[in-house]
Structures are given as C-alpha cells and as structure tokens.
C-alpha cells in the first residue's frame, strides 16, 4: 500500500494538484494567521459573510502589494568585478 503511494505521488498529475492544494492552504492560512478571520466579530451569518469576504481582498491585497515590492531575480548571476565595484560607496 504504501509504495503504491508513493508511485503515485511520482506522477505530474498527481504533483500539479498538490501544488494546487498547497497554494489554497497558504491563502488559507495566512487569512487565519494574519487577518484574523479565525474569530468573527458578528453571530449573524449574514455579517460573518461580509467580514470573510473583507478578509479575503486584504490578504489578496496584501498579496498583491507583497509581489510589486519584490525585487526581480535576474536568471543569471552578476559577474564578480561587478559586484565588487557595486557594493564600493
């Protein structure tokens, strides 16, 4: 049973779902961790609703923000004279 498992944990189909899954689980996560949506701060369905929708455009804001700030990464590495000349004030 398991090494059946693990065969099919080889394959792409099964990796690009886990990749899949991995990313929802993220969002997920950093809703419950960094937006607080683990407590509601209403008892009416209603309102929960709202706040959790509210929760998910900040994080997806936050996420947004996160990846305009980032520094690309260049495929190829700087030669060592240039760096060395780069990082002299």
């Not at 394959?11 to 809703?31: D, F, L, M, V, Y």
């Not at 900040?58 to 990464?73: E, G, K, L, S």
Request: charged share 20%; net charge positive.
């Amino acid at each position: 049973m398991q090494t059946r498992n693990r065969l099919v944990q080889q394959t792409k189909e099964w990796q690009r779902s886990c990749a899949i899954r991995a990313g929802i689980e993220a969002a997920i996560s950093q809703n419950f961790r960094s937006h607080g949506l683990r407590l509601s701060r209403s008892l009416a369905l209603a309102r929960t609703h709202v706040q959790q929708v509210l929760t998910a455009m900040a994080c997806y804001v936050a996420r947004v923000a996160d990846w305009i700030d980032t520094v690309p990464q260049t495929r190829c590495r700087a030669p060592y004279l240039r760096a060395l000349c780069s990082a002299t004030p």
